[in-house]
Each structure stands twice: as C-alpha cells, then as structure tokens.
C-alpha cells in the first residue's frame, strides 16, 4: 500500500502503527497522520535508531499493510 493510501486511511491504520511501535503515543499518531517521513523522524527519536532503519521499518509497515 502507497502513503497516500495510508494517509487518507490514518484513522485505520494508526492502531496497527502503535502495535507495531508500542512507545508512540496517541499524540505522536495525530502529529503524524500518515505522513511516512514525520512517523520515520518520530520512530527513529523514540527507538533510537538511524534515519535508514526507521524508513525500513515504515517501508515495511506499508507492504503489511498492502
């Protein structure tokens, strides 16, 4: 599944995302909506990690998704 889809369907899908990343808060998931760079800078703050294995990770979540 594209961003786009994920963002118009972030209601949805941000349950799933805070499975996935359990420190994300519910503030973070409405910050986010969606946007796959704002919930890479989030994840990569919260889980301590690089730039690229965040975007991995969100990469990742999408095709579970798809």
């Given at each position: 599944m594209n961003w786009e889809?994920?963002?118009g369907k972030w209601s949805q899908y941000k349950g799933k995302a805070q499975?996935?990343?359990g420190k994300l808060t519910?503030?973070?998931?409405?910050?986010?909506?969606?946007?796959?760079?704002?919930l890479s800078g989030r994840i990569q703050e919260l889980y301590g990690i690089s730039?690229?294995?965040a975007d991995k990770?969100?990469?990742?979540?999408?095709r579970e998704l798809g």
């Open positions: 889809q994920i963002e499975q996935k990343w519910d503030d973070d998931l409405d910050v986010v909506k969606g946007n796959q760079k704002e730039k690229d294995e990770q969100t990469s990742d979540f999408s």
